[in-house]
C-alpha cells in the first residue's frame, strides 16, 4: 500500500507480489517492477526506477504468476489505465492502475477470497 494514502479502492486489496512487466506503447518500450497489491479493479506495481508516468496513460501489462513464467507473451498481458504514479524516497516510482473488471488474470481466485 502507497504510506500515508487514503483507501480509495472499493474493492479488498490482495497482497501479491510478482514480477511484471509493463508496455508502453508510447515509447514501444517495457517497464519492469513487481506487483505489491490487486483487487478485481487494479493492481499496484512499484517501479525499480523514477518514471513520468501520469493519469490517463495506458500500459499493457503482464504478471509472472508463478516462478516457471519466464516469457510474458502479448496474449497475456492486459490493459491498464494509470489512476496515479508516486515517487518514493528510494527512488522507486508506485503506480495505481485500473483495469476492466475481467482482464486481470487471477480474478477467479480474488472473487473466492473476498
Known sequence: MIPN???????????????CRLFDPRTGKYLHGTTCD?????VLIRITRPCHLNP????MIGIAMNEKT???????????TVVRALG??????????RCAKSSIPIQSGLSEAA
Open 5 to 19: 494514502e487514503q483507501e480509495r479502492r472499493s474493492q479488498r486489496r490482495t497482497e501479491l507480489v510478482r514480477p
Open 38 to 42: 490487486l483487487t478485481v479493479e487494479g
Open 56 to 59: 490517463g496513460d495506458t500500459f
Open 70 to 80: 519466464g516469457l510474458l507473451r502479448a496474449k497475456d498481458m492486459f490493459e491498464a
Open 88 to 97: 518514493t524516497p528510494s527512488g522507486h516510482t508506485l503506480v495505481a492502475f
